[in-house]
């Protein structure tokens, strides 16, 4: 069975502070992605990577950035907590394009 | 941008009643995906449908895809209490990208 796990299932942080949110993937998968869920507003796509070291934006990348040093790893960063950013992150991974995405448990963020 | 849309948004239902939700998508594709999210939980994949005509049944849940008419459906055969739960589905794009409907929350009342 493929795991998807995220390094926190509930985080509180202060507004500006750094946030590193971590996923690791044990399937030997090519693509990873961040996504956040909002009430009304279903999930989107911040960040993905096809690659290590390789990233693309997604619909809401602002304010966030990303790391995949390593093939099974994925990381998400807040380089400086916003309120706007309480919310639900999921973490997913997928063998090749267009294939089933596999999600994490979810982070639940909330920036005070 | 692709635009994915599900209805209804909200459904409930009576145990032992039969329901459809709808997924409209807005650009070609051949394939889509079905999830479920129990309340605080993450996403669960329900079914994957690869090509026009594709149908999949998992116990109460029969999902297709028309990729014609870029819809798909997910039907509730008899429903019961623990199919309550939010239903999305997922359409890949070019790009590597899914893109997801809003969601369609469902109760199931006995």
């Known amino acids: 069975d493929v795991k998807v796990t995220q390094s926190s299932r509930y985080l509180v942080k202060r507004t500006g502070e750094k946030v590193f949110l971590e996923c690791v993937q044990d399937m030997d998968h090519e693509n990873m992605f961040w996504y956040r869920q909002d009430p009304g507003l279903g999930l989107r796509l911040i960040y993905f990577?096809?690659?290590?070291?390789?990233?693309e934006k997604g619909d809401i990348p602002e304010g966030y950035s990303v790391s995949r040093e390593k093939k099974e790893r994925f990381s998400l960063i807040l380089e400086s907590a916003s309120t706007n950013q309480t919310s639900m992150y999921l973490c997913?991974?997928?063998?090749?394009?267009?294939?089933?995405?596999?999600f994490g448990p979810g982070t639940r963020l909330t920036v005070l | 941008e692709l635009k994915v849309e599900q209805n209804p948004l909200f459904l409930s239902m009576q145990e032992g009643k039969n329901y459809t939700i709808y997924c409209n998508y807005s650009?070609?594709?051949?394939?889509l995906y079905w999830y479920r999210q129990d309340p605080g939980k993450s996403l669960e994949s329900l079914f994957v449908l690869l090509s026009n005509g594709a149908v999949k049944q998992e116990g109460r849940l029969m999902a297709s895809l028309d990729t014609k008419a870029r819809l798909s459906t997910l039907h509730i055969t008899a429903a019961v209490h623990d199919l309550s739960a939010t239903y999305f589905c997922?359409?890949?794009?070019?790009?590597?990208?899914?893109?997801f409907g809003t969601g369609t929350s469902l109760t199931v009342i006995p």
């Open positions: 650009t070609t594709s051949d394939r």
């Open positions: 990577s096809y690659d290590v070291k390789m990233k």
């Open positions: 997922a359409v890949p794009n070019t790009g590597n990208q899914f893109y």
């Open positions: 997913a991974s997928s063998f090749v394009a267009y294939n089933e995405q596999f």
